[in-house]
């Protein structure tokens, strides 16, 4: 047996590939999730996913879908490596001489790797929504009428002048904003992913001992991650909204969690929560169904000769 030192390294090979070719697949649904749930009453630029990318690709054209794609191919290698790693961590750590997780500690796990997880996951997204929903905005500066005095439309900033201003104006802090949030999602997102989707693929497994079809891992972590993305899919539109530095014309500004709540609740309603659920089950259900076949094929492993012989 491969000691626990040796395959860390092998399981952040497994995160990062996992994380590249997930993003590179579903992106623009990400893209449209976001801005979905940025819009307010009075100021919707689109109605529905299909409507956000057909304007989307009209105004920016195709590669306007993958605005803010460079920040999460650069960041996502490590934060899904932390988040699978440090689930596996723990779920070793917590297991006594190999034996089952009870539930709880499968849940204590999975709150430990979401907790890790925002280290990097709290930067990446502070960016990558900046650039996803500048389009957004342009376009509703666009439709103002000049009489309005609306203001002109700027040229898109870059990841790298976003993370100077706000380095400069802010220091570190500036790229945390929404920590608070992040973490409200990802705790309880873990929590309920990881559980769902060892139980789920137990069922697959060949045997006491043996592993399950990449099949089943990849159905098991579609279907985890859609069920935990719609769970915490209120505090993704919270965390979303206080981590949108720039605003359309007429929208509400947030200078907290509460307050967020607060002006949702009473300007849009409580179906406001739901903004962008189904986008997000779209966007997590093939990410970690991918994430969870790449980890489980042991990709990693095998480009680190630590691949065990396979009994046929």
């Given at each position: ?5 040796l395959t860390l390294p092998a399981k952040l090979i497994n995160g990062g590939i996992a994380g590249l ?55 996502v290698t490590p934060e899904k490596a932390i988040k699978l790693a440090a689930n596996d961590f723990f ?222």
């Amino acid at each position: 047996m491969t000691p626990q030192w040796l395959t860390l390294p092998a399981k952040l090979i497994n995160g990062g590939i996992a994380g590249l070719i997930g993003v590179t697949c579903v992106f623009p649904i990400d893209l449209a999730k976001t801005r979905l749930q940025n819009q307010q009453n009075g100021s919707r630029m689109y109605t529905s996913m299909s409507d956000c990318l057909i304007k989307t690709i009209r105004s920016d054209g195709y590669f306007g879908m993958y605005r803010g794609a460079a920040v999460n191919l650069t960041l996502v290698t490590p934060e899904k490596a932390i988040k699978l790693a440090a689930n596996d961590f723990f779920r070793h750590h917590l297991s006594k001489d190999g034996q089952k997780l009870t539930l709880f500690k499968e849940m204590l796990a999975g709150c430990g790797a979401g907790t890790c997880q925002v280290i990097i996951t709290t930067p990446m997204e502070m960016l990558k929504i900046q650039l996803q929903d500048a389009g957004r905005i342009a376009a509703q500066r666009k439709l103002m009428p000049q009489v309005a005095g609306g203001p002109a439309v700027e040229k898109s900033p870059t990841a790298m002048q976003l993370t100077r201003d706000l380095l400069k104006s802010k220091g570190i802090a500036g790229l945390y904003k929404g920590l608070g949030a992040t973490l409200l999602r990802d705790v309880p997102f873990s929590i309920i992913y990881f559980p769902l989707f060892a139980n789920l693929n137990n069922l697959g497994r060949r045997g006491d001992e043996g592993t399950a079809p990449f099949y089943v891992s990849f159905v098991s972590g579609c279907i985890a991650g859609s069920t935990a993305a719609v769970a915490v899919n209120p505090v993704d539109v919270i965390k979303t909204r206080l981590q949108s530095l720039t605003r359309g014309t007429h929208e509400d500004t947030y200078s907290g969690v509460t307050d967020c709540i607060r002006k949702i609740l009473r300007h849009e309603g409580p179906t406001a929560f739901l903004k962008g659920a189904y986008c997000r089950a779209l966007v997590i259900a093939p990410l970690f169904g991918i994430a969870q076949v790449v980890y489980f094929l042991g990709v990693g492993e095998f480009l680190l000769g630590l691949l065990p012989k396979r009994q046929n």
